[in-house]
Nanobody, 129 residues
Framework: QVQLVESGGGLVQAGGSLRLSCTAS???????????MGWFRQAPGKEREFVAA????????DYDDSVKGRFTISRDNAKNTVYLQMNSLKSEDTAVYYC???????????????????WGQGTQVTVSS
């Protein structure tokens, strides 16, 4: 089993920035290098949606168009931690943000939440206008 714990959420004004963290623990040695760490979000009354993803080994990234140019996903291998730097935040970014892990040995990207194997508990991000 792998455990994921998010942190860094909070209240910020529109145009501001936040950095979310997601730290993996447990059987992290079993995670394939091609595996994908993803960030998703769910706003009240809306479905969960994909935000960004990065390879467990680092480097390659994938972004939803709604956050491209504003959000940056990165990884600290030594800390088993993935970050989501969120800049130029908008009120529509308000949601609970979740990190998730997808075991894979392929080069595919995965944007469906149902495709992921492990999830964190979520962290609330509120952007006031």
């Amino acid at each position: 089993q792998v455990q994921l714990v998010e942190s860094g959420g909070g209240l910020v004004q529109a145009g501001g920035s936040l950095r979310l963290s997601c730290t993996a623990s447990g059987r992290t040695f079993s995670i394939y290098s091609r595996s994908v760490m993803g960030w998703f979000r769910q706003a009240p009354g809306k479905e969960r949606e994909f935000v960004a993803a990065i390879r467990w080994s680092g480097g390659s990234t994938d972004y939803d168009d709604s956050v491209k140019g504003r959000f940056t996903i990165s990884r600290d291998n030594a800390k088993n931690t993935v970050y989501l730097q969120m800049n130029s935040l908008k009120s529509e970014d308000t949601a609970v943000y979740y990190c998730a892990l997808k075991f894979t040995t392929t080069d595919n990207w995965y944007r469906g939440g149902y495709q992921y194997n492990f999830w964190g508990q979520g962290t609330q991000v509120t952007v006031s206008s």
